[in-house]
Structures are given as structure tokens and as C-alpha cells.
């Protein structure tokens, strides 16, 4: 996977002043910040990755291995559109008086709200309705935040921003308008705990899901939590580019038990299962009484991870499946992974890497 950093102005395509944190984020990583690219690096959309208040920006490249599927994320998301602080808040609901979100959101779609302070700084969700002081939420976020915390309010990732709105990232299209079994295929979790499958039409020029006629699919959101899959039905592998502004937040995602989560990692870089943090949510146990966390690896197979408590030879720990008690602590996060849910529903979280920090 490449990875690249990078700060913007898009109203003036200056470079920005990069702070500490980002040279020492630079440092860890071994990257050139390359201010070359500033106006010249494009995504699969043909455009420039779209910054807000010269946060970083970056992009990343992922492999779709030929004629497999692959679990893959997103680990930069779109620009922020409104932020600010919270002023009053109900059940599914919250206010700031001074943003007008008619106008700030004006045109949007898909859009979700982000807490970014307090005790559950990271917690998000999808926005269901808009009016001029009010955003209507798909969940409670009321318990999990206070007055005075702030927020952020992006819109989702779309087929079109990821793979571009005539398919500039080059999956292998459909000739016609549905799908013939021989296009590659996007899968994008429902929110239901299935999938829609999603390919490009060459014959109408656009993004359709598998038997939804003729119903575009450009606009279908991919969250930011979702991992998800690419089929590809072609003889060569095919990277693609992900780009956008980096999140440095904590990331919860729900998962129910019996089913495997698809998660995005968020991250582009730093994440081990050590400083993940998520030894604090998943079920401990052995290798077949435990949480276990699929990550793909570069053969096109799957590592199995699980977090073990001190018993008998074993220490406690992350651990590999069929390894003993080898600490795995440090294996790197791909860009998404599978979590097999053995323990009870419920909400989990990511924590990034300290090099995040200050970003």
C-alpha cells in the first residue's frame, strides 16, 4: 500500500505552514512531504483531495487482486462542510446557533456528523434531516455528548468520489446496463448487515446495483467505518487510489455477535493491534472461544488475530491463530479488516496511533 501526506489552501494553492506534529508524522514514516503534488495529484475522480481549514490530505493505494475478492478501506474521508460547537441537544438531535446548515449543507446528501471533543470524541452518525439550527440524527449521540462539544459534518463516500463518475479508476465495466457476471463488482455494506453490489455500465455511462434497473448507484454512501469489497473479474491485479482529509479521532463501529464486521481501519498508517486499543472490547479467549480479527494478507489469504488473558503456558496478549503464544502486539492494521464476533452487540473502538496526535 502507498501512502502519501500532504497539506492544502485550496483558496490559494499556497502551501501551508506544515505544524510539528506533521514533520514528526513525516519523521515516523519515512515520507517526503511532496509540495509538488499540492496541484498536481489527482484521485480516481480526477480531482484534487479536498481539505478544509489546511488540515492534511493525503491518499493511499489499495490492490484489487485479479479474478479474487478483496477487503479494502478508505482511510481518508471527505471535506468537512459545517463545524462548531454544540449548544443544545435531545434525543437524535443537536443545535448550534451559530451555523446556519440550510446554507452550509446546501445540495448534500449522505451526510454524518462527528463528535470531536469530550469523553467519546470520535462517536458519529449518519444525518437523517436538516434544518436551519437542528441536525436530525440516525442515532442517540445525546448520552454520548455534552453542550459545548464540537463537531464536524462531512458527507459520505460516494462510488463516483471513490472510483471516479465515469470509472477513472478502471474497474472492469459492464457493456451493458446490468450486470453480466464478467464486470468487476463493489460491495457496500447496507447498514442491514448485507450488501449492495454495485458495478459500472459502459452502455449508460454511469454506476448501477445489481437488479435495481435502472436506478443510478453513484450516490450510494460508503461510511466511514465500512470495509469494502472489490471483485475483480480480470486476469490483472488493479490499484486504486483513495484520497481525502485524514481523521485523527477514535473510531466506533458496531458489531453483533455471529456476524463478521467489516471495518475500515481509518488510519493510513501506525495502527498495531497493541495501540488499537481494542484488546478493551473484544471478547478474550483462545483461538476458538475468542473475538478473532481477519486481516487479508499479500497473498490473497487471510492472519487470524485473538486477545488472550494469562492462562496456563499462554501470556496475555494479541496472538495469531496456529502461532502459540508469539506476541503479535505489533502487526500493522491493513485498511480494513473482518472482526468475527463472538462476544456480546455491542459498540467497540479504535484508538490511532499517537502520531496522530495534534492533527
Given at each position: 500500500?502507498?501512502?502519501?501526506?500532504?497539506?492544502?489552501?485550496?483558496?490559494?494553492?499556497?502551501?501551508?505552514?506544515?505544524?510539528?506534529?506533521?514533520?514528526?508524522?513525516?519523521?515516523?514514516?519515512?515520507?517526503?512531504?511532496?509540495?509538488?503534488?499540492?496541484?498536481?495529484?489527482?484521485?480516481?475522480?480526477?480531482?484534487?483531495?479536498?481539505?478544509?481549514?489546511?488540515?492534511?490530505?493525503?491518499?493511499?493505494?489499495?490492490?484489487?487482486?485479479?479474478?479474487?475478492?478483496?477487503?479494502?478501506?478508505?482511510?481518508?474521508?471527505?471535506?468537512?462542510?459545517?463545524?462548531?460547537?454544540?449548544?443544545?441537544?435531545?434525543?437524535?438531535?443537536?443545535?448550534?446557533?451559530n451555523v446556519d446548515f440550510l446554507v452550509a449543507l446546501a445540495g448534500q446528501s449522505n451526510l454524518w456528523?462527528?463528535?470531536?471533543?469530550?469523553?467519546?470524541?470520535?462517536?458519529?452518525?449518519?444525518?437523517?434531516?436538516?434544518?436551519?439550527?437542528?441536525?436530525?440524527?440516525?442515532?442517540?449521540?445525546?448520552?454520548?455528548?455534552?453542550?459545548?462539544?464540537?463537531?464536524?459534518?462531512?458527507?459520505?463516500?460516494?462510488?463516483?468520489?471513490?472510483?471516479?463518475?465515469?470509472?477513472?479508476?478502471?474497474?472492469?465495466?459492464?457493456?451493458?446496463?446490468?450486470?453480466?457476471?464478467?464486470?468487476?463488482?463493489?460491495?457496500?455494506?447496507?447498514?442491514?448487515?448485507?450488501?449492495?453490489?454495485?458495478?459500472?455500465?459502459?452502455?449508460?455511462?454511469?454506476?448501477?446495483?445489481?437488479?435495481?434497473?435502472?436506478?443510478?448507484?453513484?450516490?450510494?454512501?460508503?461510511?466511514?467505518?465500512?470495509?469494502?469489497?472489490?471483485?475483480?473479474?480480470?486476469?490483472?491485479?488493479?490499484?486504486?487510489?483513495?484520497?481525502?482529509?485524514?481523521?485523527?479521532?477514535?473510531?466506533?463501529?458496531?458489531?453483533?455477535?455471529?456476524?463478521?464486521?467489516?471495518?475500515?481501519?481509518?488510519?493510513?498508517?501506525?495502527?498495531?493491534?497493541?495501540?488499537?486499543?481494542?484488546?478493551?472490547?473484544?471478547?478474550?479467549?483462545?483461538?476458538?472461544?475468542?473475538?478473532?480479527?481477519?486481516?487479508?494478507?499479500?497473498?490473497?489469504?487471510?492472519?487470524?488475530?485473538?486477545?488472550?488473558?494469562?492462562?496456563?503456558?499462554?501470556?496475555?496478549?494479541?496472538?495469531?491463530?496456529?502461532?502459540?503464544?508469539?506476541?503479535?502486539?505489533?502487526?500493522?492494521?491493513?485498511?480494513?479488516?473482518?472482526?468475527?464476533?463472538?462476544?456480546?452487540?455491542?459498540?467497540?473502538?479504535?484508538?490511532?496511533?499517537?502520531?496522530?496526535?495534534?492533527?
Amino acid at each position: 500500500m502507498i501512502i502519501k501526506f500532504f497539506s492544502l489552501d485550496i483558496g490559494s494553492h499556497n502551501p501551508v505552514v506544515f505544524p510539528a506534529a506533521y514533520s514528526n508524522l513525516m519523521n515516523k514514516l519515512h515520507l517526503l512531504a511532496a509540495a509538488a503534488l499540492i496541484c498536481a495529484t489527482t484521485t480516481a475522480t480526477g480531482q484534487v483531495p479536498a481539505n478544509t481549514n489546511s488540515k492534511l490530505a493525503g491518499f493511499h493505494t489499495v490492490t484489487a487482486r485479479a479474478w479474487s475478492t478483496s477487503l479494502v478501506g478508505v482511510n481518508f474521508v471527505r471535506p468537512m462542510l459545517a463545524s462548531g460547537k454544540i449548544d443544545a441537544e435531545a434525543v437524535r438531535s443537536l443545535t448550534d446557533n451559530n451555523v446556519d446548515f440550510l446554507v452550509a449543507l446546501a445540495g448534500q446528501s449522505n451526510l454524518w456528523v462527528e463528535i470531536t471533543s469530550g469523553t467519546n470524541r470520535g462517536v458519529a452518525s449518519p444525518v437523517t434531516a436538516v434544518a436551519q439550527r437542528v441536525l436530525t440524527t440516525e442515532e442517540d449521540l445525546s448520552a454520548l455528548s455534552a453542550v459545548g462539544d464540537t463537531y464536524v459534518v462531512r458527507a459520505a463516500h460516494t462510488p463516483a468520489t471513490l472510483f471516479g463518475t465515469t470509472n477513472q479508476a478502471g474497474l472492469r465495466p459492464s457493456p451493458t446496463e446490468s450486470w453480466t457476471g464478467n464486470a468487476d463488482l463493489v460491495y457496500i455494506p447496507d447498514g442491514a448487515g448485507g450488501y449492495k453490489y454495485v458495478y459500472y455500465s459502459t452502455s449508460v455511462a454511469g454506476w448501477r446495483e445489481v437488479n435495481s434497473g435502472t436506478t443510478s448507484a453513484a450516490s450510494l454512501p460508503v461510511y466511514h467505518v465500512d470495509g469494502i469489497w472489490i471483485q475483480r473479474n480480470h486476469f490483472t491485479n488493479l490499484d486504486v487510489k483513495f484520497s481525502g482529509s485524514i481523521r485523527s479521532a477514535p473510531t466506533f463501529f458496531f458489531a453483533a455477535t455471529g456476524v463478521n464486521a467489516d471495518v475500515n481501519t481509518n488510519y493510513a498508517a501506525g495502527s498495531t493491534l497493541t495501540n488499537s486499543g481494542l484488546h478493551s472490547y473484544v471478547l478474550h479467549g483462545s483461538e476458538t472461544t475468542g473475538d478473532i480479527l481477519w486481516f487479508p494478507n499479500s497473498t490473497g489469504g487471510w492472519d487470524q488475530y485473538y486477545y488472550t488473558d494469562t492462562v496456563g503456558s499462554f501470556t496475555a496478549g494479541w496472538k495469531k491463530v496456529g502461532s502459540g503464544n508469539t506476541d503479535m502486539g505489533a502487526t500493522v492494521f491493513p485498511t480494513a479488516f473482518s472482526l468475527e464476533r463472538k462476544g456480546a452487540a455491542g459498540t467497540l473502538k479504535i484508538t490511532p496511533s499517537t502520531i496522530y496526535n495534534g492533527l
